[in-house]
């Protein structure tokens, strides 16, 4: 377990695409779980392996109710629309308001290798469709609807 480097908005990496993960070795347990140390330490609500410098499909993601870990995530249904504000561990001391779906359900694999759904609104909509965007090197700042401010 160790705190990585996270990795900010005019690094390369974030805007390249993740390759899927097609075998969850060790080295996919241990990103799981630096990438969840990581977020903790930096007080954010989710992580995308991209932002640790590693393009692999992996997310974690935690709003207050648990950890989630997230392998090869895809976004599977949504619905509705919201508009609020967003900020990214890479785009330090950022806001803006950016649309998003009211709802969204994703299928993923556990680091079980086990098929899983996980869904939300709200927040958690929005959280998953951030990290999700991360894995196809799109930034939320791509898709503001205003200018960023501070915060
Ligand atoms: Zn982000």
Known sequence: MA???IR????EVLRKKSKEVKEINDSIIELLEDMADTMYDANGVGLAAPQVGVLRRVVTIDIGEGLIELINPEIIETDGEQC???GCLSVPGKV???KRP???KVKALD???NEIIVEGKNLMA???CHEI???EGILYIDKTEGELEDC
């Open 3 to 5: 705190i990585r480097k």
């Open 8 to 11: 900010i908005s005019t690094d």
């Open 84 to 86: 609020g504000e967003e």
């Open 96 to 98: 803006a308001d950016v």
């Open 102 to 104: 009211l709802y969204c």
């Open 111 to 113: 680091r079980d290798g």
């Open 126 to 128: 929005r959280a998953l």
């Open 133 to 135: 965007d991360h894995l």
